[in-house]
């Protein structure tokens, strides 16, 4: 029960974003990473491929009862937007939006891939229950807020590491979070990929907990997100 519907209905507050402490396993990014960044495209706003981008949240249990629970992975291929890509890094940009009732919860795949945190297959009722919750008026909300909007405000670091500041609004809650990325392009894709950590308190957020904090949900989560643009 507490599997079915505690753990569900924080699993997708954080859908749009979050995560506790870094894993060891690697963004999924779809495009081999270049070997120099002398490949990038000349400098132009490009399209947002939704067939290879991702975000990727990962959600971890908490509290002297966490084994009542699980750790899940929601996934969204939904992406839309655009890479804008200056002369210069700090006047390049992006924008975001993530539907957020196209959230895939605890496919199987995804969580073999996330590794021994995220073990065995989920039935698919508790996977439906568990969307449920976080669309719900208590979570994301979203039949008032049905998209995330993710929106750049600031690149700055090198251009073998960027850090871009960004405005993430979720649940018609916006906050500022900065992030590292890395930057791959080829003829045909510019690619930006960020693994980073970001609490659910930080995006207006309450941590699910339950039984005085017995099970619970950890504030932060993991976020892996991978953006392909096409390069016409």
Not at 40 to 65: C, H, K, M, Q, W
């Amino acid at each position: 029960m507490f599997k079915r519907a505690g753990i569900a209905a924080v699993c997708l507050a954080l859908a749009a974003c979050a995560a506790h402490r870094p894993r060891p396993t690697p963004p999924q990014a779809p495009i081999p990473p270049s070997a120099s960044l002398q490949s990038l495209p000349a400098a132009g706003t490009y399209p947002i491929d939704s067939s290879r981008s991702e975000l990727r949240v990962l959600v971890y249990r908490a509290g002297p009862l966490a084994n009542l629970g699980h750790n899940h992975v929601l996934v969204n291929h939904s992406l839309s937007g655009s890479m804008r890509l200056a002369e210069s890094l700090p006047a390049s940009s992006f924008s975001l939006s993530v539907p957020v009732a196209d959230f895939v919860v605890d496919d199987a795949q995804a969580r073999q891939q996330e590794g021994s945190d995220f073990p065995g297959e989920i039935p698919q009722d508790a996977k439906e229950g568990t969307l449920h919750n976080m669309l719900s008026a208590a979570v994301l909300n979203a039949a008032e807020f049905p998209t995330i909007t993710v929106k750049s405000l600031n690149i700055g670091g090198t251009q073998d590491e960027p850090t871009v500041s960004a405005t993430i609004a979720v649940a018609g809650h916006e906050s500022t979070v900065s992030a590292p990325f890395t930057l791959q392009g080829d003829a045909h894709h510019l690619t930006a990929v960020g693994s980073f950590e970001l609490r659910q308190t930080a995006i207006g957020l309450k941590p699910y907990s339950l039984l005085g904090g017995a099970l619970q949900v950890q504030d932060a989560m993991q976020i892996k997100l991978t953006l392909v643009a096409l390069i016409s």
